[in-house]
């Protein structure tokens, strides 16, 4: 038994079969050992998971508000243009909460999932859907010979209306019950052959509450002020003498028409900026049609057979094997 002080020879060199193998050849054997592929399989899944992990962190409602300065004028300028002042530091406070309290509620609602199958919600977004697409659209400038070409192929929609200028007289119902209508035909009458501003002509009507005389009106405000038929059957009238009756919304009327400016369609320069807007209003509508019918293509829709209106307005029948249930004591009280 050798002592806690005694030493041990040991030979200088080991024999062949006992010595270590060349470095080359070690890291060759240790790449081959299984215990070493099943490490490096776990170290991988771990990273994988710990990535995969931060990205649903990131991918949730920040917890982060950030209040712009861009916020806070849209605030002041609200606030001003609805109680024609600005707000108080005190209100102006309460706005700023009022925002915060407005995103928290949402980003919780998201983490609830209550975006989810909310009709409300679908139709918000797809409304923005299509606004965005209309406002990449809108983005546009045409050129003045694009509008100059568009305008030549649709020009009618711009064309100045006839402008009427006409006096009337007024037979009110009110005052003349059933005989409006015929005091009226009595007075165009003694109205033959006189002018415009005959003095007979005042004394035969009742007191108006608008005007009695209309310079150049367009038919839209002929309609406006006494009703679309009325409006129509003046175009129709001739010019220089006492026409009627003429019915409109207020009664019966006799129309003196003094002169007609006739329709026309106007020059590109005079319409120029109206071109522009309906331009850019139907490049918006094509492009969001195109846009529509392109995402549209890329969903298959599943659809019962459509049964007519009085199937689809009936109540559901019961399922076959369904049994009679005991009355809901609650089923009488107003929900």
Known sequence: MLSAKSEVALPRSLPDELAPPPK???????????????????????????FLARGRA???????????????????IFYQSRWGRPPTPEEFEGLVESKVKEEVLYREGLLMGLDKDDT???????????????????????????????????????????RVTFRHLYFSPDHRHGRAQDDAEKALSRLANQPENSKLAATLADPFMFQDYYREL???????????????????????SWQG???????????????????RVPTFEEVESEVKKAWLDEQAS???ANTYRDMRAQYTVSLPAIPDNASLMAAPSPAPNSKPTAADPLSGLPQ
Do not use: C
């Not at 080359?24 to 710990?50: D, K, M, T, V, Y």
């Not at 990131?58 to 002041?76: C, F």
């Not at 009756?245 to 329709?263: C, K, Q, Y």
């Open 24 to 50: 080359g050849q070690q890291l060759r054997r240790w790449l081959r050992e299984p215990l070493l592929h099943f490490i490096a399989l776990g170290l991988l899944l771990f990273a994988a998971n710990s």
């Open 245 to 263: 009756p003429v019915e409109s919304g207020f009664g019966w009327h006799l129309v003196f028409v003094d002169a007609v400016i006739p329709g």
């Open 286 to 288: 094509q492009a969001w």
């Open 58 to 76: 990131v991918a949730g409602p920040s917890k982060q508000i950030e209040i712009t300065i861009d916020d806070l004028r849209q605030m002041a």
């Open 218 to 240: 367009a038919p839209d405000a002929i309609a406006k002020e006494f009703g679309p038929q009325f409006a129509k059957r003046i175009e129709k009238l001739p010019t220089g």
């Open 120 to 162: 409300i919600v679908k139709r918000r977004i797809a409304q923005k859907m299509q606004f965005l697409t209309q406002d990449v659209a809108a983005s546009q400038t045409p050129t003045s010979a694009m509008l100059r070409t568009w305008y030549a192929k649709h020009s009618d929609p711009f064309a100045f209306p006839n």
